[in-house]
């Protein structure tokens, strides 16, 4: 039951991204046997690298919901940074067998058959990864916390960075999933009417796409496992909270790491002079439990000191 109950807090686009993908590269695959589509061959080992990926990244983001424990008091926020860094290294090999597949389409150009079943399955590929991106996006947007409303492809591109690292991961492979479809069908088409240098072209075009999610991915989770200082609109966010307890006077310092999806707060809090060290200590609880209270906040540590008479923090900190 424990087991069941941590993978229903697992990353809701990365399990339907899995899911999705496992049945494009089914039709994909059996459509390239057919046709002998290097294009389509190449979109296949695309849908079956996401597919994998995106089950890898759905289970490590479940066991980043694992509590705390004694021997791993910060949590588990990281392991699913570490599910997404295999993530790339399955990208990486399948992103080289595609450009190695169109290098020798190149060569040797193929002709295809069964241009109407390649188009059909690359039509329900582009819906169907157009969905899961629209999903991605929607996630991006819930994660990030953004209030105002507008163009959502606009507000994920610009808060993509926001996001936990299995969201950002769905977002960048179904967004080159879902141009990878556009590709595919032009390579097919352009192949139909002769020009047979175009499959292997595409071919290794969806290739160095792939390589760029694997970069693109690897450095976020690089960075994630090393330890990335949160957004700064999360500092912000956290500073106000804060400074909303009338007893609070200024923040000496503040530490705000990201682990995941979450985020671990270590702060030093000015308190107005005169108070007894009773009164202080059930400030300090007070305002750790108003931060407990936000839900992307997991861990607080804080001290207290008294107000020095100098102003530390600003509305707008400029981050480290």
């Known amino acids: ?3 069941v109950q941590l993978l ?19 039709l994909k695959f059996f459509a390239a046997a057919f046709s002998g589509s290097g294009t389509m061959f190449a979109s296949a080992m695309h849908s079956l690298a996401d ?12 066991l980043a919901e694992m509590k705390p424990s004694k021997r791993f008091p910060t949590g588990f926020g990281r392991v699913v940074n570490i599910f997404c860094m295999i993530a790339v290294i399955v990208v990486s090999i399948m992103a080289y067998e595609t450009i190695l597949k169109g290098w020798k389409l190149l060569q040797h150009p193929e002709e295809s058959t069964d241009f109407l079943l390649n188009a059909l399955v690359l039509l329900a590929a582009f819906i169907i990864d157009g969905f899961i991106l629209f999903k991605a996006m929607k996630e991006i947007l819930h994660e990030a916390r953004v209030e105002k409303k507008g163009n959502i492809v606009a507000q994920a591109f ?4 926001k996001a936990s690292p299995a969201t950002r991961l769905v977002f960048y492979e179904d967004l080159v999933a879902t141009a990878g479809a556009v590709l595919a069908f032009i390579g097919i088409s352009l192949a139909e009417f002769g020009i047979l240098a175009a499959d292997g072209a595409i071919t290794i075009l969806i290739g160095l796409l792939m390589i760029f999610v694997a970069f693109r991915v690897g450095y976020d989770n690089m960075i994630g496992l090393i330890g990335v200082a949160a957004p700064i609109e999360v500092e912000i966010k956290v500073g106000q ?6 007893d609070a006077v200024d923040i000496h310092s503040l530490r705000i790491m990201q682990e995941g999806r979450s985020y671990h707060v270590d702060g030093i809090v000015e308190l107005r002079k005169g108070l007894t060290l009773a009164d202080a200590d059930d400030i300090k609880f007070r305002v750790k439990n108003r931060l407990l209270n936000q839900p992307e906040i997991s861990d607080v540590t804080l001290g207290i000191i008294e107000d020095d008479g100098a102003t530390s923090w600003t509305s707008s900190p400029k981050p480290l």
């Open 241 to 246: 909270v804060i400074l909303e307890d009338t």
């Open 158 to 161: 610009k808060n993509v960075g």
């Open 1 to 3: 039951m424990a087991i």
């Open 8 to 26: 229903k807090k697992g990353n809701t686009s990365s399990g339907i991204a899995a899911l999705g993908n496992t049945i494009l590269a089914i």
């Open 51 to 62: 597919a994998i990926n995106q089950g890898f990244v759905f289970f490590g983001s479940s």
